[in-house]
């Protein structure tokens, strides 16, 4: 990318709201590099996901979700639905993001442990979107407690029960 000299202010004012930069406090008309700017800078570019990976990931999706429900006892909240959307609803080959929407509700309480800790529902929901994350990082997560909040189209590959 090509910039002239009558361009910079510009260039300085967009990175400025993109929370890229960030006045110096000290020296007027310098700036300093925020922790945004050097996460992107330090960021690995990867190729897409293909398809066949994509398939396999929300397996292991599903898979996970059916572990969280029956083994994690410890947690307030449980997967009533996962579902996809975004990129994944295309007829792209290649994906940069796979989207799971994750519908939790409170478990239960026939269900809860009678001995030990159970943790707080935003404790349950952090670990839950946390698990997922793992799976990959092309995964991204949304927890909702309604599937009618996830964007549309969807498709969802993993149900508890009918929501």
């Not at 004012?13 to 007027?28: H, V």
């Not at 839950?128 to 964007?151: D, Q």
Request: hydrophobic share 40%.
């Amino acid at each position: 990318m090509r910039s002239t000299p009558s361009a910079g202010p510009a260039l300085v004012n967009a990175l400025l709201c993109e929370g890229l930069l960030t006045p110096d406090s000290e020296r007027r008309g310098n700036y300093r590099l925020t922790e945004r700017f050097l996460e992107f800078a330090a960021a690995r570019v990867v190729d897409p996901l293909p398809r066949s990976r994509a398939r396999q990931l929300l397996a292991d999706a599903r898979a996970l979700g059916e572990v969280i429900n029956e083994e994690w006892l410890h947690s307030r909240i449980e997967i009533g639905a996962i579902a996809t959307f975004g990129e994944y609803m295309s007829r792209d080959d290649k994906i940069a993001e796979l989207w799971l929407g994750i519908v939790v509700r409170s478990r239960n309480p026939t269900w809860r442990t009678r001995f030990g800790r159970m943790t707080t529902k935003a404790q349950s929901a952090t670990e839950i979107r946390n698990a997922f994350r793992e799976l990959s990082t092309f995964v991204r997560v949304r927890l909702v407690t309604a599937s009618a909040i996830l964007p549309r189209p969807f498709g969802v590959i993993y149900q508890l029960d009918p929501l």
